[in-house]
């Protein structure tokens, strides 16, 4: 445990002499993150129709119930959060369902 320990306190040591000194010696790397698309009603319909499973499949996929999948359909709701990450996962990877088949045909 004392291993551990030492080890932490010399990376913290580390990176705030790091922060101090004019000379960075520190990898340094900017990490940007995409924004979570918003679906309209229409293009969660065709990313569904691509890939070729019914709204039920669909929603076991996606993890909801089909009364989701019917509303965001219908536009009543929107996708979210980790809906919406997965839907532009489809998007980019229209092999996704096959690729991660967590739905058995």
């Excluded at 000379?23 to 698309?37: G, M, N």
């Excluded at 959060?81 to 489809?90: D, E, F, K, P, W």
């Amino acid at each position: 445990m004392a291993n551990v320990y030492e080890s932490i306190l010399a990376g913290l040591t580390e990176a705030v002499e790091d922060a101090k000194s004019e000379e960075k010696k520190l990898k340094r790397r900017v990490v940007t993150i995409e924004p979570v698309k918003n679906y309209s009603a229409k293009e969660v319909h065709k990313i569904r129709k691509e890939t070729g499973l019914s709204q039920k499949l669909f929603a076991g996929y996606m993890g909801v119930s089909v009364k989701t999948v019917e509303a965001w359909e219908a536009g009543t709701n929107k996708p979210s959060g980790a809906a919406s990450r997965i839907l532009s996962m489809m998007e980019l990877d229209e092999k996704l369902t096959e690729t991660f088949p967590f739905v058995k045909l």
